[in-house]
C-alpha cells in the first residue's frame, strides 16, 4: 500500500502522489470506473430504444454526524441521487461522486464511507462512473461533504409528472414515516433521547419498476425527503391543481417517531425520509400497486394515505382521528438542518 497516512492532509489535494495515491487506494479501487479519462463514456443498450429520454440529476450531502444509525453520508449519497431518478420514472444507470474532504480526516472513514457506497450501488443496480476529490482546511468543511450526480433512461411511453394527477387518484407510501429525520435527531445526542430508530435510507429504483409494472399508468412520485411527505403533497396539489385528502389513521407512524415528535412539538409530517416515496396511482390500479409494493423489501409497510379531490384545489387536507380536519400546509423553514 503506497497510502500509508492515518488522516488526510492538504497534500492529498495538491494533484501529486498523495493525491493519485488516495484517489486509487480509497475510491477508485472500490469504485473500479471503467477507465481513468477526466469525463466518463456511457453506453447501454436502453439508449438505442426508439423513444428513450435521458433523466439526470444532481444533489449534494452534507448530513450531521456522517455516520449514523442506518447507514453513512455515503448511504445517503447514492440512496438519494437514484431515488430522485427513480420517482420520474427513469431507470438509474450511471452516478458521479464528489468529494470535499476537511483536512484531518480519518482516512479509515473515507473507506467506511466509500464502501457504503459501493455496496448501495451494487445493490441499486449502477456504477459510480466518474468523480473528483478536494480537501480543504481544518474548519472549512465537516469532516467530508459528497455531490453525485445521477443518470438514468426513462423507458418509451413512461411520463410521469405531478401535473398528471388527477381528481380520484390514489396515493400510497412505501412504508413508515419520519424515521431518518427522527434517528439523526436522536444520533446528534444535543437531547438525551433514547431510541433504536434507524434510518430508513434505501434506493428505490427496483420498487419503483415493481410499482410500475403492476400500475402502468401511475400518475407522479415523490420521494419524501426534506419536508416529508407534507411538503411533497403540497408540491403536487399544486401542480396538478387539485386537492389531496388525507387519512390520519391510515398513516403508517412508529409509535417511537409520533412520541418523539409530541415531545418536542415537531409533525412527523414534516420529518425526513430517505427510503420512502408517495405515488399516485389511478383508482382501478390503486390494488395491484399496493400488492406490488409490498413484494419488495422497500414497501413491506406499504399502505394507502389518501386520494386526489376536486375540491379545494392546490391544498391538502388530512382527515384526522376524531372526525374532524385540518389543512397540511406546506413546511416553513427547516424542522431539522442538515439532515441529507
Not at 30 to 46: I, T
Not at 110 to 115: A, D, E, H, M, W
Not at 231 to 260: H, K, Q, Y
Amino acid at each position: 500500500m503506497a497510502l500509508r497516512d492515518d488522516k488526510v492532509t492538504l497534500a492529498h489535494g495538491g494533484g501529486g502522489k498523495a493525491m493519485r495515491d488516495l484517489i486509487e487506494e480509497v475510491f477508485t479501487s472500490v469504485f473500479q470506473p471503467p477507465g481513468m479519462e477526466d469525463q466518463a463514456r456511457l453506453q447501454a443498450e436502453a439508449l438505442a430504444e426508439p423513444g428513450a429520454r435521458l433523466a439526470f440529476t444532481t444533489d449534494g450531502f452534507v448530513v450531521t454526524p456522517v455516520e449514523f444509525p442506518g447507514g453513512d453520508i455515503g448511504t445517503l449519497a447514492v440512496c438519494g441521487t437514484v431515488n430522485d431518478l427513480a420517482v420520474g420514472g427513469a431507470r438509474p444507470l450511471w452516478l458521479s461522486a464528489a468529494f470535499i474532504i476537511e483536512e484531518g480526516t480519518e482516512v479509515a472513514l473515507l473507506r467506511r464511507i466509500v464502501t457504503s457506497m459501493a455496496r448501495e450501488a451494487e445493490a441499486a443496480g449502477v456504477r459510480i462512473v466518474t468523480g473528483d476529490t478536494k480537501v480543504v482546511g481544518r474548519g472549512a468543511c465537516d469532516k467530508v461533504f459528497v455531490t453525485t450526480a445521477g443518470v438514468g433512461v426513462i423507458p418509451p411511453g413512461r411520463d410521469m409528472a405531478a401535473a398528471r394527477v388527477r381528481p380520484g387518484d390514489v396515493a400510497l407510501v412505501n412504508g413508515v414515516l419520519g424515521d431518518h429525520g427522527a434517528a439523526l435527531l436522536a444520533a446528534r445526542g444535543d437531547l438525551a433521547l433514547s431510541t433504536e430508530l434507524e434510518s430508513d435510507c434505501a434506493a428505490l429504483g427496483h420498487l419503483m419498476e415493481a410499482i410500475l409494472a403492476a400500475a402502468p399508468n401511475a400518475r407522479a412520485a415523490r420521494d419524501l425527503t426534506r419536508g416529508g411527505l407534507a411538503s411533497a403533497l403540497n408540491e403536487i396539489a399544486e401542480a396538478a391543481g387539485c386537492g389531496i385528502e388525507l387519512d390520519e389513521t391510515a398513516l403508517p407512524l412508529r409509535a417511537e417517531v409520533t412520541g418523539m415528535c409530541e415531545l418536542l412539538g415537531l409533525d412527523p409530517l414534516y420529518l425526513a425520509n430517505e427510503g420512502r416515496l408517495v405515488v399516485f396511482v389511478p383508482p382501478e390500479e390503486a390494488a395491484a400497486a399496493l400488492a406490488a409494493m409490498r413484494t419488495r423489501p422497500e414497501g413491506e409497510g406499504a399502505a394507502i394515505i389518501g386520494t386526489a379531490t376536486p375540491e379545494h384545489p392546490g391544498q391538502v387536507r388530512m382527515r384526522t382521528g376524531f372526525g374532524g380536519a385540518r389543512i397540511v400546509d406546506m413546511l416553513v423553514g427547516e424542522q431539522l438542518p442538515r439532515i441529507c
